[in-house]
């Protein structure tokens, strides 16, 4: 089996910090995801590999052990343990004279692969002995809202069927989700694992997020910004009244308070709504006027200046 290189598929340096790994994940994700690329299997098999990489790269605990293991190390059930006691056990055979030769034979591949059953290296034997069932891991995907605000999803697992699933409020892309002896069965009467389940959030139609606060993009007219207005905009939960004041300019934000994820005890995030100037549909001289009569009132104003001061 081929090795990945994990860093290389995100396109990051091995001592990359958490926040070049999510950063260079998101830039990725929104290029390969298979919405934005529909019917392109070469494209979906990007994002699953760029997805597995995030999964374990964002994780210290498993990056940890890809960095000491390889892709063998976050496998469901690997002891890191286990896996240096092989490996100690292999470094003293190759010293010994007494076994020159027999630590060439061994395929450390194999032996790490057998690292998930049931007993423990002791002394040169191998000894059956009661073990906790492998740890399984899966993604799922989940609503924009049901992440945001939180909520339980019904999700269907490969080998496990239907379950639910309780998302947190506030949960991000990336997050897990731990589903005690939900795993695989142990051996010797063993307790079973746990199933980890990785969250991927889908894109909203216009929402977006930063942490707990949402910002959407809202079209109004040159009428409604000059004027005021009151209208209707979207929320994770229908939709609320904003007003917006006589005089507002394109790209000003309104904020409307409590209106977006959740942040667990402190609350809810803000609902951050910035104002982007429509045109009329209307052509020809009746909207050439109108131009030209606004023209004056932009007398004595350079409105590209501050674009001027900071080459």
């Excluded at 055979?93 to 049931?118: K, N, Q, T, V």
């Excluded at 910002?215 to 910004?225: C, F, K, Q, S």
């Excluded at 910035?274 to 350079?302: F, Q």
């Amino acid at each position: 089996m081929e090795e990945k290189d994990l860093y290389a598929a995100l396109g990051v340096a091995r001592d990359a910090s958490e926040d070049q790994i999510r950063k260079a994940y998101r830039r990725l994700a929104r290029r390969h995801h298979p919405d934005v690329n529909p019917n392109d299997a070469k494209a979906e098999e990007r994002f699953k590999e760029i997805s597995f990489a995030y999964d374990v790269l964002s994780d210290a605990e498993k990056r940890a052990r890809y960095d000491e293991f390889g892709t063998q190390g976050v496998q469901p059930g690997f002891d890191p343990e286990q896996a240096r006691a092989y490996r100690r056990w292999s470094e003293g055979a190759r010293r010994s004279p007494a076994h020159e030769g027999f630590a060439e034979e061994i395929d450390l591949e194999d032996l790490l692969s057998r690292l998930g059953g049931a007993g423990r290296f002791t002394r040169g034997e191998w000894r059956s002995m009661p073990m906790r069932g492998r740890d399984a891991h899966a993604e799922i995907e989940v609503e924009f809202a049901d992440a945001a605000l939180g909520g339980e999803v019904r999700v269907q697992i490969a080998g496990r069927g239907g379950l639910r699933v309780k998302v947190p409020p506030g949960a991000d892309d990336g997050a897990r989700i731990r589903l005690a002896g939900q795993g695989e069965p142990g051996v010797e009467n063993g307790p079973a694992g746990d199933l980890y389940l990785t969250l991927r959030v889908r894109p909203h139609a216009f929402f977006t997020r930063e942490g707990a606060d949402l910002a959407l993009d809202l079209p109004v007219t040159i009428p409604e910004l000059v004027l005021g207005a009151e209208v209707e905009v979207p929320t994770l939960e229908g939709t609320a009244s904003v007003r917006i004041p006589p005089h507002s300019k394109p790209g000003q934000r309104l904020r409307l308070r409590g209106k977006g994820a959740a942040k667990g005890k402190a609350g809810r995030g803000d609902l951050y709504v910035r104002l982007v100037a429509e045109l009329p549909d209307a052509k020809g001289e009746a909207l050439d006027e109108i131009a030209k009569r606004m023209e004056p009132l932009y007398a004595g104003r350079d409105v590209r200046a501050r674009l001027r001061g900071k080459r």
